[in-house]
């Protein structure tokens, strides 16, 4: 556990660890407390408001107020603002109902506006749902399918990697044999075939978690390769050899012995491989197999974003989703490449 | 269309690349045409002659399958073999009945079930062959065949039986069938195959095998037809290029053969968004647009010297309906909770759904204004067999409440509906997850009914498990689909009928399980076995009214169909239903603009 | 050489029989089969269907439909059958080599393209250590990977159709039969450009990444310090000797590109119509169309195998120090 925190100081003495580990910080902070960022529900629709465009907010009457608009042109859903008119914001208001951090029941939001005025910090969508909110909401399933990913890969990549490093022979050659089959299948096509089997009757969390274990399905073999690489040079060491000579079982030589020695570059592996699932989970959506209607992820958010009008018709405030995939995906990059440069500077294992 | 400004030195830079690559202006040329005499029995066409040349570039949604009339399943397929291939008789769309194709005429016989064609004289096929009635004998015999399973032996029979077809002689053929049977003209249509290319197959058993797309791309001249079109190649998932049959057998007044145009270019496309960007920069004739697109294409309308015409409501319908069905599983589960079945299969839970919908919401909002509710069966688009006095649901919460209070639902303080026995009202809906505008639709839906104190539940499934659930398991409460309007009543027997397998809600019943159902199944056989065209509108109507009242399907909306083209077309006759370029045969372009 | 050669096909036996063997047990655990679309089809009878199930052996539970796929694929008789598709009614092996060129080529153009951008840029980064280029490089590395590639698709599209600088998607021009060969050949190069840069942005990153680590530790390595001390010019020690190491693992990655030649560039595919291979399983295996899959899973893992093989013989081509034996 020393060696963990050591490395996690080591990253904050990088200015780039310092500025990728605040900008994740803040994103994870934000989808912790969505529900009382956001004005609405994911699903709320207004059906008189949709591609509205971000709304603007002003100060008068001694306090903000948000603009009113109407529908100019509906041919191209262009709407003009109503000078001067407006609808106070309302901080702390009553909204939906929800449980802060899962736990305390509340209908406090930061801010509301009251009906029929609405609020879109950043536009709506083709149903008049918050883009803002959805923004919010999805960003809870875009940053915790890397993380509840990768800790299936690492459970099961070091365990199967471990295990076949330390014991070697016929149960090394079979689980090598196996991973090289699945890898040899276009990750892609496994993942759809996957997916198609599902049971019947998912729930919405249910398909959330079914889609990070195909994920990880995908992934744990080149995890579980470079464990068992590693646990085979680890293997004939010293203390390893002394700790089977006084009689440890091999689980506990394993437990005790390798997974200390391996669990940085685990680590390190780990958080290289967030990216591919929050891509991945876009990739799925745009196939129409990811996160479905009407929970909200940033995937789901783009691929439906993916239509020439938005371009035309400059409905860039469907298109925030890419951005917020985009830094994403480049802190988790970035901050993988610091954690390597710290952990395995010579990139012996980690050469991906 | 908007202009992004790209930095000057950006835009020098790829317009050397640009030069680069694309020796740009390029012009297609024909070869020039085979000549060949008229055949005897020519048809001439009525619409003012023009003039020959130039290329109609089109695009279509997929690759077509085959080309195999015995085969094809999909749309695109069957497009491409009604160029290719004729009938007997074809539905002139814009007259709005059946007219002669290749049989010039026919009689009836006084009880209405025999048909005596009279094929025109001098057709050739192609590749030169002459067309007789061997070919049309050869035709059903291949439907007939038991070795070649195909989805024409179920519409050439009626009452189980098929029909009888006999040669009189080169030129008649006489078809009787073992009862009236109403849409007999419409369906006789069928592709009419070569007997001297495909006889060898036939008898080899491997018919089902052959003019696939590999023959079209290898040997295209091996598919012979007596259609407009010939194949000049076809690249699978890339193009076809179609060129003029020489041996078509229709003309224009000053004697010049059909078609006009050299060539006829079909684009297959997997996404319509470059398409869509594609035909909005003039790069091509033919565009079908959805409604949400057509507000930015039409601006390069004058540009480009096109029209996007709106075509009015689409023939497909989608709706909302409740598993009625009573029965259980083999674990003696039944298929739906009793209390829930008990809520589905009265009539006033059932219209109060439908009131509580906000389909004119739908349609302004998520499709620009370009559409119109459904209250019937049949999409206003088909204008011969709608029925425009159905009981309508117009977006009425209130009326919605009362219905439901009177069928002894209640609205709780926590704003949730109970029913009598105080069970929360609650179901899920399942649909197939192909397209966005569905999903709209059932978010909307769940809206809507969440307005009611009703609590619903979505779950999109790929179309393998939508399709097992409604027609094998029954493991579901309520689901949203999608049917694409045919022409004939005739074609919505399964869903009509309650022994029909598309009769969703509850389907294959040994016998009508209400009074509603038996008269509609009543209705259905009679219109069944009438030619009368108004006497079958009258039985229909009437079935469309017991839909309407009964609601065991909620209809949602239609999109309108936007069509964009080109305005140097001529000969451009816009049907009422149905594509704007159905008479390809007869469009010539008044001059050649310079790409 | 010859007998590595031998082996290497011979492991591939096993390895087609326990993919295909697994992909048909996944997909028949799917609900529903290939006469799903009949089904829904409005006038469509029971008895068609179940006529139709009997032409295609879906009445077979689906180890019997694997077996007998199997018995037909061996070639007793010297010609091997794959089965046809139940779609296209055309052998799979054919349906599958029409679009096969497509594909290939683009593999090969994105492949190519990330190396001429990717290798420099790992090269420079490397001898410039922690400057400020490196930093940068690396960042914009990622930052090409962080776009989702349906995404980056569209952006191209939109940049084509705003400049009209290069065709909206596709892999032919409309007046591509009437062309010469070689105005054929630049019309698929004008096709290729935007295909090729969305495919091949994406590896950019991490073969940049390879390269600069691989150098790094080539520079640092005793043969270098040797090299120099004998006076031996810069230019000379770095790309004779530390290129020539450093680029090696290098060549073994470029042969597990090929794993990706079947589904790689299927948002490419979609997104800008090009006619590749990957739309042609995809559709496959959403609609089952069984041996289709199967006959495309047989395709890409030999081409796996082979590009394997092929990226070894490159090896030892490279570095005569590698022996194979």
Same mark, same amino acid.
């Given at each position: 556990m020393t060696r963990r925190k050591g490395m996690f100081r080591q990253v904050l003495e990088r200015p780039l660890g310092v500025v990728v580990l605040s900008v994740l910080g803040l994103f994870y902070l934000i989808a912790l407390f969505a529900d009382f960022l956001s004005p609405y529900e994911t699903s709320d629709q207004d059906l008189q408001k949709t591609y509205h465009p971000p709304t603007a907010v002003f100060w008068d009457d001694g306090g903000l107020q948000v603009q009113r608009y109407e529908l100019a042109d509906p041919e191209v859903m262009g709407y003009a603002k109503i000078e001067g008119e407006g609808a106070p914001i309302q901080f702390f208001a009553r909204g939906f109902e929800y449980r802060l951090l899962g736990l305390i029941p509340m209908d406090r939001h930061l801010f509301q506006v009251e009906a029929p005025d609405r609020i879109f910090l950043l536009g709506s969508d083709e149903t008049g749902r918050d883009n803002f909110s959805r923004l919010l909401f999805g960003s809870r399933i875009s940053l915790s399918i890397g993380l509840v990913g990768i800790s299936i890969i690492m459970v099961f990549g070091f365990m199967i990697g471990g295990f076949a490093g330390y014991f070697g022979g016929f149960f090394d050659s079979v689980t090598m044999r196996f991973i090289e089959l699945v890898m040899a299948i276009p990750g892609l096509y496994l993942l759809l075939v996957l997916r198609s089997t599902f049971p019947e009757h998912l729930s919405p969390a249910q398909t959330f978690f079914l889609i990070v274990l195909i994920l990880s399905f995908l992934a744990w073999g080149g995890t579980a390769r470079i464990i068992r690489g590693m646990t085979l040079s680890l293997r004939n060491r010293q203390f390893v050899l002394a700790a089977e000579v006084l009689g440890q079982s091999s689980w506990k030589i394993i437990w005790k012995h390798i997974l200390p020695n391996v669990f940085s570059y685990l680590i390190v592996a780990a958080s290289l491989s967030i990216p591919g699932f929050i891509l991945g989970e876009a990739a799925l959506s745009f196939l129409g197999l990811g996160i479905q209607e009407p929970s909200a992820s940033w995937g789901l958010m783009l691929s439906q974003a993916q239509d020439m009008k938005v371009f035309m018709l400059n409905f860039w405030w469907l298109l925030i989703p890419a951005a917020a995939i985009f830094v994403t995906v480049i802190a988790f990059n970035v901050l993988g490449d610091v954690l390597r440069d710290i952990v395995d500077p010579k990139q012996k294992f980690l050469n991906r | 269309m908007r202009d992004i400004r790209f930095s000057k030195v950006f835009r020098i830079g790829f317009a050397g690349l640009a030069v680069f690559f694309c020796a740009c202006g390029s012009e297609i040329e024909s070869e020039g045409r085979e000549e060949h005499p008229l055949p005897e029995g020519v048809d001439v066409v009525e619409r003012p002659p023009g003039v020959a040349g130039d290329i109609f570039t089109g695009t279509s949604a997929g690759t077509p399958a085959t080309f195999n009339p015995l085969v094809a399943e999909d749309a695109t397929s069957s497009d491409a073999i009604q160029r290719l291939l004729s009938g007997l008789t074809r539905f002139d769309p814009v007259k709005d009945e059946v007219v002669p194709s290749l049989a010039e005429s026919w009689e009836i016989s006084e009880d209405g079930r025999s048909f005596t064609f009279h094929l025109r004289r001098g057709v050739r096929w192609s590749d030169g062959e002459p067309f007789t009635a061997d070919d049309v004998i050869f035709t059903f015999d291949a439907i007939y065949d038991e070795r070649y399973p195909n989805r024409m032996q179920m519409e050439f029979s009626v009452g189980g039986e098929p029909f009888e077809v006999e040669k009189i002689d080169d030129y008649t053929v006489r078809i009787t069938t073992a009862e009236i049977y109403a849409p007999f003209l419409l369906y006789i249509g069928t592709a009419i195959l070569p007997k001297h290319k495909l006889y060898e197959a036939y008898e080899n058993g491997t018919l089902l095998r052959a003019w696939t797309i590999s023959t079209a791309s290898r040997t295209p001249r091996e598919i012979v037809g007596t259609g407009p079109f010939r194949i000049r190649s076809f690249r699978p998932a890339q193009r076809m290029i179609y060129e003029p049959n020489p041996h078509?057998?229709? $003309?224009? #007044?000053?004697?010049?053969?059909?078609?006009?145009? %050299?060539?006829?270019?079909?684009?297959?496309?997997?996404?319509?968004?470059?398409? =869509?960007? /594609?035909?909005?920069?003039?790069?091509?004739?033919?565009?079908?647009?959805?409604?949400?697109?057509?507000?930015?294409?039409?601006?390069?309308?004058?540009?480009?010297?096109?029209?996007?015409?709106?075509? @009015?409501?689409?023939?497909?319908?989608?709706?909302?309906?409740?598993?009625?069905?009573?029965?259980?599983?083999?674990?003696?589960?039944?298929?739906?909770?009793?209390?829930?079945?008990?809520?589905?299969?009265?009539?006033?839970?059932?219209? $109060?759904?439908?009131?509580?919908? %906000?389909?004119?919401?739908?349609?302004?909002?998520?499709?620009?204004?370009?559409?119109?509710?459904?209250?019937?069966?049949?999409?206003?688009?088909?204008?011969?067999?709608?029925?425009? %006095?159905?009981? #309508?649901?117009?977006?009425?919460?209130?009326? /919605?409440?009362?219905?439901?209070?009177?069928?002894?639902?209640?609205?709780? $303080?926590? @704003?949730?509906?109970?029913?009598?026995?105080?069970?929360?009202?609650?179901?899920?809906?399942?649909?197939?997850?192909?397209?966005?505008?569905?999903?709209? &639709?059932?978010?909307?839906? =769940?809206?809507?009914?969440?307005?009611?104190?009703?609590?619903?539940?979505?779950?999109?499934?790929?179309?393998?498990?939508?399709?097992?659930?409604?027609?094998?398991?029954?493991?579901?409460? /309520? @689901?949203?689909?999608?049917?694409?309007?045919?022409?004939?009543?005739?074609?919505?027997?399964?869903?009509?009928?309650?022994?029909?397998?598309?009769?969703?809600?509850?389907?294959?019943?040994?016998?009508? /399980?209400? %009074?509603?159902? $038996?008269?509609?199944?009543?209705? =259905?056989? &009679?219109?069944?076995?009438?030619?009368?065209?108004?006497?079958?509108?009258?039985?229909?109507?009437?079935?469309?009214?017991?839909?309407?009242?009964? =609601?065991?399907?909620?209809?949602?909306?239609?999109?309108?169909?936007?069509?964009?083209?080109?305005?140097?077309?001529?000969?451009?006759?816009?049907?009422? &239903?149905?594509?704007?370029?159905?008479?390809l045969d007869e469009i010539w372009a008044e001059k050649r603009l310079l790409r | 050489m010859r007998t590595v050669i031998a082996r290497r096909l011979l492991a591939l036996i096993p390895m087609l029989l326990g993919i295909t063997f697994l992909a048909m047990l996944l997909m028949s655990l799917a609900p529903g089969d290939f006469l799903d679309q009949v089904r829904m089809q409005r006038d469509a009878d029971p008895d068609y269907i179940e006529r139709l199930e009997r032409e295609f052996g879906l009445d077979n539970p689906w180890y019997v439909r694997y077996f007998l796929w199997l018995k037909n694929v061996l070639p007793w008789d010297l010609r091997s059958d794959f089965g046809y598709s139940f779609h296209y009614k055309v052998d799979v092996w054919e349906l599958l080599g029409q679009r096969l060129p497509a594909t290939i080529i683009l593999s090969l153009t994105s492949l190519t393209f990330a190396w001429i951008i990717a290798i420099p840029l790992g090269v420079l980064a490397a001898i410039y250590k922690d400057s400020i280029f490196d930093r940068v490089s690396s960042i914009l590395a990622y930052a090409a990977l962080s776009i989702p590639e349906f995404f980056l698709a569209l952006l191209a599209l939109f940049f084509a159709a705003r400049t009209g600088l290069f065709p909206l998607g596709g892999f032919t021009s409309t007046e591509y039969e009437f062309m010469s060969p070689i105005r054929r050949l630049f019309d698929i190069a004008h096709h290729l450009v935007l295909p090729t840069i969305v495919v091949g942005i994406g590896s950019i990153a991490s073969i940049m990444r390879i390269m600069r680590a691989n150098f790094i530790d080539n520079i640092r390595s005793e043969y270098v310090t040797t090299a120099r001390a004998k006076g031996v010019p810069e230019g000379i020690v770095m790309f004779r000797h530390v290129f020539r190491n450093a680029i090696n693992p290098l060549i073994t990655a470029a042969g597990f590109a090929f794993s990706t030649v079947l589904s790689g560039a299927l948002m490419v595919e979609i997104v800008m119509n090009y006619p590749g291979i990957g739309h042609l399983v995809f559709h496959a295996l959403l609609q089952q169309d069984q041996f289709v899959v199967l006959g495309a899973l047989v395709m890409g893992s030999t081409m796996l195998i082979m590009g394997n093989l092929l990226a070894d013989l490159l090896l030892a081509w490279n570095d005569p120090r590698i022996r194979y034996d």
């Open positions: - | 078509y057998w229709r $003309a224009d #007044q000053e004697g010049r053969r059909l078609p006009y145009v %050299d060539f006829f270019i079909e684009r297959f496309v997997q996404d319509q968004n470059a398409t =869509m960007v /594609a035909f909005a920069s003039g790069q091509s004739d033919h565009q079908a647009i959805t409604p949400d697109q057509v507000a930015w294409i039409r601006r390069n309308a004058e540009l480009h010297d096109y029209t996007v015409s709106d075509r @009015g409501p689409s023939t497909s319908t989608s709706f909302i309906w409740f598993n009625q069905n009573p029965g259980s599983n083999e674990n003696g589960t039944p298929f739906v909770e009793p209390h829930k079945l008990k809520w589905f299969t009265d009539q006033r839970f059932r219209q $109060a759904i439908s009131y509580g919908i %906000d389909r004119q919401g739908l349609i302004d909002g998520v499709i620009f204004g370009r559409g119109e509710p459904l209250w019937s069966s049949i999409s206003p688009a088909n204008r011969q067999w709608h029925n425009p %006095d159905v009981k #309508q649901y117009p977006y009425d919460p209130e009326r /919605a409440r009362e219905l439901l209070e009177a069928a002894g639902f209640e609205r709780r $303080a926590d @704003g949730n509906l109970y029913d009598a026995e105080g069970n929360r009202v609650t179901f899920s809906i399942i649909t197939n997850e192909d397209n966005r505008l569905r999903a709209n &639709m059932a978010t909307v839906f =769940m809206e809507n009914m969440k307005d009611l104190g009703i609590e619903v539940r979505l779950r999109l499934l790929d179309f393998s498990n939508f399709v097992n659930r409604i027609m094998e398991s029954f493991n579901y409460e /309520a @689901g949203l689909l999608g049917f694409t309007g045919g022409r004939d009543p005739h074609g919505g027997m399964s869903i009509y009928s309650s022994g029909g397998r598309l009769h969703v809600w509850h389907p294959n019943q040994p016998e009508p /399980a209400t %009074d509603w159902e $038996a008269r509609i199944d009543e209705l =259905m056989q &009679m219109q069944l076995r009438t030619l009368d065209e108004d006497e079958r509108r009258e039985y229909f109507n009437e079935v469309q009214r017991i839909m309407s009242e009964q =609601m065991p399907l909620i209809y949602l909306i239609t999109p309108n169909i936007y069509e964009g083209l080109r305005n140097r077309w001529n000969n451009i006759d816009p049907p009422n &239903m149905g594509s704007l370029i159905w008479n | -």
